[in-house]
T-cell receptor
């Protein structure tokens, strides 16, 4: 079974530029999460989708971050404009819903963003 | 609010030593899940264990064992006879146990270095 795919793996941009990350969850997984992991910290949820609807985006900085999952499969996370403090690894995770009540999330390899 | 504390930032041990990683959590929920994830240098989060709040039985899996104590809100992880391949950052995480899927709240992680 293929895992969660993310691209690009690495991205370097200058502040005030825009950037987009892509995630393809495991086939059949209806729930998709984007987490931000700043160096030296644990991942922090940015947004959670259920199919193509947003379940929780309370911690997403909406003035600069946006995310979509138009067809309930792939998802894109965008930052516009980027700030220095956005340098982090952006992790995508997916899980089954609703049959799987154990909330096991499978994580992708992440995209490491460096903002200069 | 939910919170996970991993007080040990970094631990170094010599190969074949036993090592325990501490995790203390806070939640107002009576039903919740606890997790441990491993993050090797490659960056991907690897699921190790999930524990339901109603199941306080300790678990052993090969060289890994977990001690769950609700009385002290702790979920500690022990690696017996550590190996160099165990070197990684280990995260403890917590989630509500609603049916379906809820996001994970992570601790800041403990970096384990096993020296040959």
């Amino acid at each position: 079974e293929a895992g969660v795919a993310q691209s690009p793996r690495y991205k370097i941009i200058e502040k005030r530029q825009s950037v987009a990350f892509w995630c393809n969850p495991i086939s059949g997984h209806a729930t998709l999460y984007w987490y931000q992991q700043i160096l030296g910290q644990g991942p922090k949820l940015l947004i959670q989708f259920q199919n193509n609807g947003v379940v929780d985006d309370s911690q997403l900085p909406k003035d600069r971050f946006s995310a979509e999952r138009l067809k309930g499969v792939d998802s894109t996370l965008k930052i516009q404009p980027a700030k220095l403090e956005d340098s982090a690894v952006y992790l995508c995770a997916s899980s089954l819903y609703p049959e799987d009540s154990y909330n096991e999330q499978f994580f992708g390899p992440g995209t490491r963003l460096t903002v200069l | 609010a939910q919170k996970v504390t991993q007080a040990q930032t970094e631990i170094s041990v010599v190969e074949k030593e036993d090592v325990t990683l501490d995790c203390v959590y806070e939640t107002r929920d009576t039903t919740y899940y606890l997790f441990w994830y491993k993050q090797p240098p490659s960056g991907e989060l690897v699921f190790l264990i999930r524990r339901n709040s109603f199941d306080e039985q300790n678990e052993i899996s090969g060289r890994y064992s977990w001690n769950f104590q609700k009385s002290t809100s702790s979920f500690n992880f022990t690696i017996t006879a550590s190996q160099v391949v165990d070197s990684a950052v280990y995260f403890c995480a917590l989630s509500e146990a609603e049916a379906g899927n809820t996001p994970l709240v992570f601790g800041k992680g403990t970096r384990l270095s096993v020296i040959a």
